[in-house]
C-alpha cells in the first residue's frame, strides 16, 4: 500500500468507488443513512420536519466534513433492504455510521440487525423531538445499540451528529493504538 500526501492508495481507490475511506489512520470516514420519506424533506409536513431539503442536508453535511476534515457520503433508501445492503457495505471501510432509520427506527430488527453486526460506531439522528410526538414513536430499536442519539434541532441534528462523530472516531483511534 503506497501512501501519498497522507492518504493510502488503497483508500484512494476506495473513495473513487464511491465508498467511505477505510478504517486505516487516514481521514475519517462517515456513512450517512437516510430512511424512508426523508426524500420528501421540505415537502413532507414541513410543520414537523422543516423546510431544508434532503439535498441542502446533504450539501451542508459534506461542507461541514471538509471543514473538519472528515470524509462524508450520504444515501437515502424508502426500502429496509436498501439500507441493510448499505450499512453492510460499509463494515470495514466507515468509522461512523449516522442514521436517521425513519419509521424504520420503531420497527426493523433487521437494521438493528445489520448495525450489530458491522461493529460501527452509530449515531442515531431525528429531525424532531420523537418524545414530543405519538407514544408509538418513543420506542427505537436501535436506542441501545447507538453510541448516542441527536433529536429535535431539526436539519441542525445532522450537524451536531457529525461534529459528535469525529470525537467518536478520534477516541476509537486513540483506544486502538
Known amino acids: 500500500m503506497t501512501v501519498r500526501s497522507g492518504v493510502a492508495t488503497r483508500a484512494k481507490a476506495r473513495d473513487s468507488a ?3 475511506s477505510s478504517l486505516s489512520g487516514g481521514q475519517i470516514a ?16 414541513p410543520e414537523v420536519y422543516g423546510r431544508t431539503k434532503l ?14 476534515e ?22 470495514g471501510k466507515c468509522d461512523v455510521l449516522l442514521i436517521n432509520p425513519g419509521a424504520y427506527t420503531h420497527t426493523s ?15 442515531e439522528v431525528h429531525l424532531s423531538n420523537v418524545y414530543k410526538r405519538e407514544p408509538f414513536r418513543h420506542h427505537s430499536t436501535i436506542a441501545d445499540i447507538a453510541h448516542g442519539r441527536i433529536m429535535g434541532f431539526g ?6 451528529a457529525l461534529r459528535a462523530a469525529r470525537t467518536i472516531a478520534e477516541e476509537s483511534r486513540r483506544r486502538s493504538g
Open 30 to 45: 462517515v456513512l450517512v443513512v437516510h430512511g424512508p420519506n426523508l426524500n420528501l424533506l421540505g415537502e413532507r409536513e
Open 109 to 123: 430488527v433487521a437494521i438493528r440487525d445489520a448495525i450489530a453486526a458491522v461493529n460501527i460506531p452509530v449515531v
Open 55 to 68: 439535498a441542502d442536508i446533504d450539501k451542508e453535511l459534506k461542507r461541514l466534513g471538509l471543514e473538519l
Open 155 to 160: 436539519a441542525e441534528s445532522y450537524s451536531l
Open 70 to 91: 472528515m470524509k462524508v457520503e450520504t444515501f437515502q433508501s424508502n426500502s429496509e433492504g436498501g439500507i441493510v445492503d448499505r450499512i453492510q457495505k460499509a463494515r
Open 18 to 20: 464511491g465508498e467511505p
